[in-house]
């Protein structure tokens, strides 16, 4: 069954300070992209532990989600919606996602605080249950858009998706691409041919580096992103057995939670249906 996208971009929230910073980032975007969006806090465990301890009905979650709405409409004149909804992160805002047609996810990731503590594993586990691209935010704030965006290569598989999602954004932004890949190799090189071909297709700027022999590359990826003063960098998960079923390395967590706080956009891999998700 095909799911419709609609132009959503769809910000879970605990109220923090960095899921604060996520409903900008995410509020920024859907500006530039002429897009809607939808905030969702996810009453669990945590939310209901909360609520007691503080002797707050869950009324102050509806209330709290209808002032960011007013505040956020009222910043960025966009359409904002709001949705308070029982049942676990892990599952709840993957299939809220799809249920309102979200194009992907802006979510904020922060250490032990507040009440859903959407950190480490937990963020992680998160970003793989989506069938739809999450942009993970830290506390850095939305900076020179997307004008810079870097696209690691590490292997041959999987780059069409990626392509797809790095053309679409930089079309939107008038970015910059900055492919850099882990190594000269014969399928590597392949996978970069049909990356810039693509990219020369439909007018997108890029420009090609190679990591140096024997770096690591999960530092090269970040301190270049630091030396571009990049807005972004994109990054694809890995497929298990089942299409929904996803997972993230090392150099992804790595990158997914860089010390500079650079936004990082994660792809899962999807089926023919993906490319419903962009448009230019």
């Known amino acids: 069954m095909e799911t419709k996208m609609n132009d959503i971009i769809l910000i879970p929230t605990d109220f923090t300070e960095v899921c604060d910073n996520a409903v900008k980032h995410g509020a920024e975007t859907a500006k530039f992209l002429n897009y809607k969006i939808c905030l969702l806090h996810v009453v669990d465990k945590d939310t209901k532990n909360y609520l007691k301890k503080e002797n707050l009905t869950d009324g ?6 209808g002032l960011i709405s007013n505040e956020v409409n009222s910043t960025y004149g966009i359409e904002v919606t709001s949705i308070s909804r029982e049942g676990n992160i892990f599952e709840t805002i993957a299939d809220v996602a ?19 503590k959407i950190t480490g594993s937990f963020a992680l586990k998160v970003i793989t249950s989506s069938e739809v691209p999450v ?6 704030p939305f900076e020179n858009a997307y004008n810079d ?20 954004i930089a079309k939107q932004f008038n970015s910059t691409i900055h492919i850099l890949k882990i ?3 014969e399928g590597i090189n392949k996978a970069l041919e049909i990356i810039t071909r693509h990219f020369i297709e439909n007018g997108v700027k890029y420009v090609e580096k190679t990591a140096e022999k024997g770096s690591n590359f999960t530092k090269t990826v970040i301190d270049y992103a630091v030396t571009i003063n990049s807005g972004l960098i994109m990054i694809m998960t ?4 089942a299409l929904t ?16 706080q650079i936004p990082v956009m994660c792809i899962n891999p999807r089926d023919e249906n993906w490319k419903k998700i962009v448009s230019y």
Do not use: C
């Open 60 to 65: 102050i979650i509806v209330e709290k989600l």
């Open 98 to 116: 799809k249920e309102i047609g979200a194009n992907f996810i802006v979510m904020g990731t922060h250490g032990k605080v507040g009440m859903q």
């Open 135 to 140: 942009v993970v935010v830290q506390k850095r």
């Open 149 to 168: 965006i870097v696209l690691p290569i590490t292997s041959e598989a999987g780059p069409w998706e990626k392509t797809q999602w790095a053309a679409a």
């Open 183 to 185: 190594k000269d190799d």
């Open 238 to 241: 890995s497929k298990t057995g």
């Open 245 to 260: 079923s996803f997972i993230l390395g090392t150099y992804d967590e790595d990158l997914i939670f860089n010390t500079p």
